[in-house]
């Protein structure tokens, strides 16, 4: 069976070694029998070996072999087509991984600039660093290069099986250029006999004469290569020169503290086309771009033709022959010209048999929207997520939870300081090295003129740092065919009056000459300005400011700033502290008029915490009081556990703060505080949260500078607190507050699930989110899925639908997910009986009328003669009973509240039953959700 054209909703899944495409392939059957049209994977093409993410591509055109190859994509294929179902692959343009894996890379290492390659990574030759020009800097040492030099850590190895010689580092291997080969291989010959001898002597008077091969470059590598090939026909007739050759090899370096020595080996490396250097150096030093400060992911230059071309034959191919119907793009901000990229990747898939859905990772601000004119069907879906979650925050809250945050955290800045001080530690040690590429290019453009020569590299790079830090988006887009939108013109005047106004009383001309070349102005005629290498610092401005703000908000400032985890989100904000009903419905109509076909996404790979361990968290908005009185009483049982460090308490009251939030969001539904292995695992899974939130916030202890004794006491402080028995006081009383919480957030859930499920936009379910997503951080939301217990809920709610009290006795058993599930499958089946309700639908908000009827949010979803009315209370906490548990009691909450309905026949979609309305008037909320606590209503 061929995919619907159109996705109508789409299921992620991970890919690695444990599940690869026959593991995803399983799942067919399951996924539709569900209502999914799509299944969504991560990155396919070939990665580093072992890569449990895929996103360190070494190769864009071949299949992972660990995943099954290109015979196991295939058979996914083929189950997917079997099944009705489109694919939609994850494809990364702006970075691969590096190393030894990754022959165009090693080629470059080898050859330096003269490499065929050397175009396609973004690296610096000409850097301002006399000993990096016409080289790359590799910060792959564990210590000072002379330090391992001399330890004996590096050390030259032949391979013949190639007829290579490179320098190795532990894992990393260092190819050594041809041009050196020669004396290399002139020590074997004293210790060679017989012909071998010869042909070996004629093989080192050929590799010496490369040095001064007359030819272009091209047929210097092409002798290269053939006289490597002499080397191991050579080395498998007489095998004994293996062994000679080694010998030969081991002398060039020495003993261990013997430095004289190690002179050789030392100078071989510096005649070589890059520069081993100490990991610590990079954020300084290295002159190529990366995926963020990640030294082993290399930023690509797929701006150019050549290069996009070659790296996307085999996934292009497979989209114009139609296995493939979707392509989401990764790290769109981090692309040099984002705009050229999408029509290029658009264009290239017009020969598809049908559309190509094409999706962008890309983060937007609250006040942000993406380049209306960029041929795609809009985002990933981050937007959604936290607009949809921003309902369930209780508005009203804001100032109590605030205090309390402040008096327990001792935090007082707003977040807007806590946010600048962070962007600011990026760009000056994480990027610094960026940061200098980028200053230099300015420097030279201000140096070309007389009105601007006097601007220093000092107050140039100062006010680079400036501008980025109080950057108010991801980046702006001025491109060489397209002006500077009035949107990116407003970002860039906000950035630099910011900063102008914090410089204090000191020339701030240099911010107003930086402002001309973000906005192309200096490029413009009669400046006297080269364009082109203005356009290329704005433009590199561009590429630096996304990074920047990624690692300074996502990666910083949302382990620091922790008054409500659930804005700490993944295209968060935690200055919008709710969103009110108005705010949404005038988001979705504005969606369907712009992005119709966008992704909607409430758990990713990349989220901070899964979709209901977020609304668990939203839930805490609505119970101020409640929240500060167990905070209090926590801290006083578990001061025993608190250590001390340098006169401060480990871990530190912030970070106690992020722990009991982290907590009450991944707390299993199922858990008995008695089980002692199931405490046990749950506290080594906090633990490890908790530590990379230590290490992202960059206070008390980083990935780079980790503190073990600061990271000791957080793992003895989480396990002493989740270690059971009766002396633990706190477990009860965490448990007896949790308990009406999380069923306030599974009502929660609910709804915010039907919103994205009936939404303008494509739902995306991320593998096992049908069930309760209760996961922290990555790589915690990539444990694996219990599928055979979610093929097991799936069978029990299929024998249940239609039979409205049987859906109705699933809500005293909420904990075990069926609930959410039966809530899937009831509206993805109506999504694919009524597509065009959904993809083409008319949106329009439906009032409540009552008391308070701001807690609940209903719309309506309009096609020719079908309609279709969506009602989710929200804020349960602030009338749900916590008792019982019933869909019942929930529903009896509503009294008094009253929707107005058109006269007819309603199909409760979730229920499962039949709804008359005689005449046109209200009808009772409650009676609408009497046997599930959210609704969906279909006339016509």
């Known amino acids: 069976m061929s995919p619907p054209p159109l996705p109508r909703a789409t299921y992620r899944v991970q890919l690695h070694a444990d599940f690869g495409f026959d593991d995803a392939a399983v799942l067919a059957p399951y996924l539709a029998d569900l209502g999914f049209s799509h299944l969504y994977v991560s990155p396919v093409m070939a990665a580093r070996p072992g890569s449990t993410h895929g996103y360190d591509i070494v190769d864009h055109n071949r299949f992972n072999p660990e995943l099954g190859g290109e015979a196991g994509f295939d058979r996914l294929v083929a189950a997917l087509r079997e099944q009705g179902l489109g694919l939609v692959l994850d494809i990364v343009p702006n970075h691969v991984g590096i190393g030894p894996d990754n022959a165009a890379w090693m080629d470059v290492l080898e050859w330096g600039p003269q490499s065929p390659h050397a175009a396609d990574f973004d690296i610096d030759w000409q850097s301002s660093r006399r000993n990096l020009q016409g080289k790359v800097l590799l910060p792959v040492l564990g210590n000072a290069f002379g330090v391992e030099l001399e330890s004996g850590h590096i050390e030259l190895r032949l391979d013949a099986a190639e007829g290579s010689i490179s320098a190795w580092y532990h894992d990393s291997r260092l190819p050594i250029s041809p041009m050196d080969y020669a004396p290399l291989l002139q020590d074997a010959l004293a210790s060679a006999q017989g012909e071998g001898t010869r042909r070996l002597a004629n093989l080192v008077r050929d590799f010496d004469a490369l040095r001064e091969h007359p030819g272009s470059i091209a047929a210097r590598r092409d002798t290269a290569a053939s006289l490597r090939e002499q080397l191991v026909e050579l080395l498998a007739d007489e095998p004994e020169l293996i062994d000679a050759i080694g010998r030969g090899l081991r002398r060039v370096g020495g003993d261990v503290g013997d430095a004289d020595r190690w002179q050789r080996l030392g100078e071989l490396l510096d005649r070589q086309a890059y520069r081993p250097a100490f990991w610590r150096v990079s954020s300084d030093e290295i002159n190529y771009r990366r995926f963020f400060d990640i030294n082993d992911l290399a930023g690509l230059r797929v701006e150019r033709a050549e290069l996009f071309e070659a790296m996307h034959r085999l996934v292009l191919a497979r989209v114009r022959s139609g296995d493939v119907q979707g392509l989401r793009v990764d790290h769109i901000d981090g692309l040099y010209d984002p705009r050229q990229y999408c029509e290029r990747l658009a264009q290239a898939c017009v020969a598809a048999p049908v559309p190509t859905w094409i999706l962008l990772e890309k983060i937007l601000a609250p006040h942000e929207e993406l380049p209306g004119d960029w041929p795609v069907a809009g985002t990933t879906g981050y937007e959604a997520l936290n607009l949809i979650g921003g309902l369930f925050v209780d508005p009203a809250s804001e100032r109590a939870l605030t205090t309390i945050y402040r008096r327990i955290s001792g935090e007082r800045r707003e977040f807007d300081a806590v946010l600048y001080e962070s962007k600011k530690h990026i760009v000056q040690n994480n990027l610094a090295s960026e940061m200098g590429v980028l200053a230099n290019a300015v420097q030279t453009l201000s140096a070309s003129q007389w009105r601007s020569r006097d601007f220093s590299y000092a107050a140039i790079r100062k006010a680079l740092e400036e501008l980025v830090a109080r950057f108010p988006v991801y980046r702006s887009y001025l491109d060489p065919t397209h002006p500077l939108s009035m949107a990116d013109r407003r970002h860039i005047e906000w950035a630099v009056g910011l900063a102008r106004k914090h410089a204090g009383p000191v020339d701030t001309s240099v911010y107003d000459f930086i402002a001309s070349i973000l906005t192309g102005e200096l490029a413009e005629p009669g400046t006297r300005y080269p364009a082109e290498p203005v356009r290329q610092a704005a433009m590199r401005f561009q590429q630096l400011s996304g990074p920047a703000m990624a690692k300074g908000l996502e990666d910083t400032s949302f382990y620091r700033y922790l008054r409500l985890l659930v804005h700490n989100e993944v295209g968060g904000d935690p200055r919008r502290y709710a969103v009110s009903p108005a705010a949404f419905h005038k988001a979705n109509v504005q969606r369907q008029l712009q992005h119709p076909l966008a992704m909607l996404a409430a758990s990713t790979h990349d989220t901070k915490r899964g979709e209901d361990?977020?609304?668990?968290?939203?839930?805490?908005?609505?119970?101020?009081?409640?929240?500060?009185?167990?905070?209090?009483?926590?801290s006083r049982l578990n001061r025993r556990l608190l250590a001390k460090l340098d006169g401060e308490p480990a871990p530190d009251a912030n970070h106690q703060y992020y722990l009991y939030q982290t907590l009450i969001g991944a707390w299993p539904a199922d858990l008995d505080i008695d089980d002692a292995p199931a405490l046990a695992a749950l506290a080594a899974r906090v633990e490890g949260?908790?530590?990379?939130?230590?290490?992202?916030?960059?206070?008390?202890?980083?990935?780079?500078?980790?503190?073990?004794?600061?990271?000791?006491?957080?793992?003895?402080?989480?396990?002493?607190?989740?270690?059971?028995?009766?002396?633990?006081?706190?477990?009860?009383?965490?448990?007896?507050?949790?308990r009406p919480l999380a069923w306030w957030g599974a009502l929660t859930s609910l709804s915010q699930t039907l919103l994205r499920l009936t939404m303008p936009g494509v739902p995306d379910i991320y593998r096992g989110a049908e069930g309760w997503e209760l996961s922290m951080v990555d790589p915690d939301n990539r444990r694996?899925?219990?599928?055979?217990?979610?093929?097991?809920?799936?069978?029990?709610?299929?024998?249940?639908?239609?039979?409205?009290?049987?859906?109705?006795?699933?809500?005293?058993?909420?904990?075990?997910?069926?609930?959410?599930?039966?809530?899937?499958?009831?509206?993805?089946?109506?999504?694919?009986?009524?597509?065009?309700?959904?993809?083409e639908g008319l949106y329009q908000a439906v009032d409540i009328s009552g008391d308070r009827p701001e807690r609940v949010l209903a719309y309506q979803r309009r096609h020719g003669e079908h309609e279709l009315l969506v009602v989710a209370p929200r804020l349960w906490p602030q009338w749900a009973p916590e008792l019982p548990q019933s869909a019942e009691a929930a529903s009896a909450a509503l009294a008094g509240l009253t929707i107005d309905l058109a006269p007819g026949r309603y199909r409760d979609v979730i229920a499962g039953r039949s709804l008359d309305v005689g005449s046109a008037g209200p009808v009772s909320v409650a009676e609408l959700l009497t046997y599930f606590p959210v609704g969906l209503l279909l006339r016509g």
């Not at 939203?618 to 009081?625: G, N, T």
């Open 784 to 839: 694996p899925v219990d599928y055979a217990a979610l093929r097991a809920a799936a069978v029990d709610v299929a024998a249940i639908a239609g039979d409205p009290d049987a859906v109705a006795a699933l809500l005293p058993h909420w904990a075990d997910g069926r609930v959410k599930l039966h809530l899937i499958r009831s509206v993805l089946r109506l999504r694919r009986e009524q597509p065009a309700l959904f993809s």
């Open 613 to 634: 361990a977020r609304t668990r968290i939203a839930c805490l908005s609505s119970v101020p009081r409640r929240w500060a009185q167990h905070l209090a009483l926590w």
């Open 689 to 738: 949260a908790v530590i990379k939130a230590v290490r992202e916030g960059k206070q008390r202890s980083s990935w780079t500078h980790p503190d073990a004794d600061y990271e000791q006491a957080v793992g003895r402080f989480v396990h002493g607190m989740l270690a059971p028995g009766a002396r633990n006081l706190f477990l009860a009383d965490f448990q007896t507050f949790l």
